[in-house]
């Protein structure tokens, strides 16, 4: 059974720092893209980062400017995003989800075939 679970969401001041993780099971993490996506309310989800196998290829969402960094840790069948300077529209749930599709990442969360439940992240000023 395939389980992502998300941690490490939080409330963080503007300009401060998050890292996120997604931990998975189910023998599914080596052979997946991996995925962030992040949805704020009233608004439909977005795609934040995503990374390939080997986590060479690693394309952000155009609001990211440098500020976050994925990773992955196919030892630990973990994925992170550290997330810098953080801005209060960063507010949202964080989503992770896993590609099992064969090629390299993608950005529709509709090609996705397993997610997590979220965790919140909320940025004051």
């Known amino acids: 059974q395939v389980q992502l679970v998300e941690s490490g969401g939080g409330l963080a001041q503007a300009g401060s720092s998050l890292t996120l993780s997604c931990a998975a099971s189910?023998?599914?993490?080596?052979?997946?893209?991996m995925g962030w996506f992040r949805q704020a309310p009233g608004k439909e989800r977005e795609f934040v980062a995503a990374i390939s196998r080997s986590g060479v290829n690693t394309p952000y969402g155009g609001f990211v400017k440098g500020r976050f960094i994925i990773s992955r840790d196919n030892a630990k069948n973990t994925m992170y995003l550290q997330m810098n300077s953080l801005r209060t529209e960063d507010t949202a749930v964080y989503y992770c989800?896993?590609?099992?599709?064969?090629?390299?990442?993608?950005?529709?969360?509709?090609?996705?075939?397993?997610w997590g439940q979220g965790t919140q992240v909320t940025v004051s000023s």
């Open positions: 189910g023998g599914i993490f080596s052979s997946a893209v």
């Open positions: 989800a896993a590609d099992l599709e064969p090629g390299p990442p993608r950005t529709e969360s509709r090609e996705y075939d397993y």
